[in-house]
């Protein structure tokens, strides 16, 4: 089984979306798949209210409350979490994941407000975990923005990769909306949006060597 943690305290950098829309590449090639949602707006929880049965279904917890109780054969376990990160909670899975995933706005503003907490969130990580796997999803963006290199150049400061780039799209609005992902949409119209998540399913799942 491995464990995603989707983390960064800067609302709307697309946590939620990229959380979700991960479970549904999983869902999609039949991976026993868990979502746990300890943000107290739920959103993730309130977009698998909205997922149609006819879609593979994807266990949800709210992660706040109770306990979490994966089916025993699930594969993957997906964990969406809040602004706030300095719970018990999330200090409980930082030490535990076996993947953190920071997604990040690269607008300027954005990333002088990410900056410190991208750094702060890593040094943590590789504080209390030596075996997760850190990496930076730029996202609403393209290669060629200024402020991608910028993102760039602060990323290989810090020596972590930069392992994806999600462009704007309105197939994210219409997916949250309906309670599916993009790869569950028709083809035609996500083909360029599933190309991007490529190299980032890539390095979540690549096989790395134990050290
Ligand atoms: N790549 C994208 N293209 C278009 N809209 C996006 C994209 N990523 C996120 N969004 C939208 O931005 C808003 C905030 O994203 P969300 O994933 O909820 O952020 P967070 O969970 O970090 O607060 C949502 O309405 C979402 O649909
Ligand atoms: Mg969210």
Known sequence: MRSIL????KGGCGKTTIATNLATYYAVWNTSTVLVDLDPQQSSMEWLRVRPDSEVAIQGFN???????????TQRIIYDVPARTD?????????LV???????LPSA???RVSASFVADIVSRIRANNAKAIVGVVANRTHRHYNSYQ??????????IPFVGTLRNSQ????AADT??????????QVKQDMEEWKPIIHWIEKKRTPE
Do not use: C, Q, T, W
């Not at 306990?67 to 054969?73: Q, T």
């Not at 309670?179 to 035609?188: C, Q, R, S, Y």
């Open 87 to 95: 719970s018990a909670k999330v200090a409980r899975l930082i030490k």
């Open 98 to 104: 076996d993947v953190v995933i920071i997604p990040v």
């Open 6 to 9: 989707v983390v960064n305290p």
């Open 109 to 111: 503003l954005d990333i």
């Open 171 to 174: 197939n994210y609005i219409k």
């Open 63 to 73: 992660g706040l409350h109770g306990k979490i109780y994966p089916k025993p054969d």
């Open 150 to 159: 910028v993102l760039e150049k602060f990323l290989n400061s810090l020596d």
């Open 179 to 188: 309670g599916v992902g993009i790869f569950e949409m028709p083809i035609g």
